[in-house]
């Protein structure tokens, strides 16, 4: 019994050392020079094919909208691998801003719905799916619509249907269509 004993003293007296010893200290910095990160290059579009252009993506506004709006094209543009807002888009979404401000459609709600190509990360793409939403919303509030009138959500790559360059700069939108 003696043994059994003196053995616990010794596994509770290891414990209490274990537990009281200083911490490590945390890593020291790196010295000397560094890197600065490189920048990828744009992808630029294909010159054989000028009309599969997988550097651009659009806002796809739905036809009781435009009919409602009075919108005849929506010409409204996302780079690849962006959620930026191209300037072609500016008076497509004044127009809907405006229609929906105090014009035919005003007071009514829209959802806007962010999607992206297959040709990331799922989980990227959800996230730049939604950034895409959100962006055409933030234009949308900028140019005077209230905040609550346009709800954002993503789709990411669930519903890109597209296998080439044209195809994929068809996945690369934002969907805008009326709230029940």
């Known amino acids: 019994m003696s043994i059994l004993k003196g053995a616990a003293l010794l596994v509770v007296l290891g414990s209490f050392t274990a537990c009281g010893s200083d911490p ?3 890593p020291a910095a790196p010295t000397g020079p560094t890197e600065t990160p490189t920048v ?3 992808p630029t579009p294909s010159p054989e094919k ?3 252009d997988a550097t651009r993506g659009q ?3 739905s036809d009781e909208i435009r009919k409602a709006c009075g919108i005849s094209d929506a010409d409204a543009y996302f780079d690849f691998d962006s959620a930026n807002v191209q300037s072609e888009a500016r008076n497509v979404l004044n127009k809907l801003a405006k229609c929906f401000i105090d014009g035919p459609l005003k007071g009514r709600k829209m959802n806007l719905v962010g999607h992206a190509d297959p040709r990331g990360e799922e989980e990227y793409n959800m996230v730049l799916g939604g950034r895409r ?3 055409v919303q933030h234009f949308l509030v900028s140019a005077g619509l209230p905040t609550g009138q346009a709800m954002t959500t993503s789709r990411g ?3 890109a249907t597209g296998t080439d360059e044209a195809g994929w700069a068809k996945d690369r939108r934002v969907d805008v269509v009326l709230a029940n």
């Open 24 to 26: 490590k200290p945390p």
């Open 40 to 42: 990828a290059p744009t």
């Open 50 to 52: 000028p009309d599969d």
């Open 59 to 61: 806002i796809n506004i």
């Open 133 to 135: 939403a959100d962006n």
């Open 157 to 159: 790559e669930m519903d």
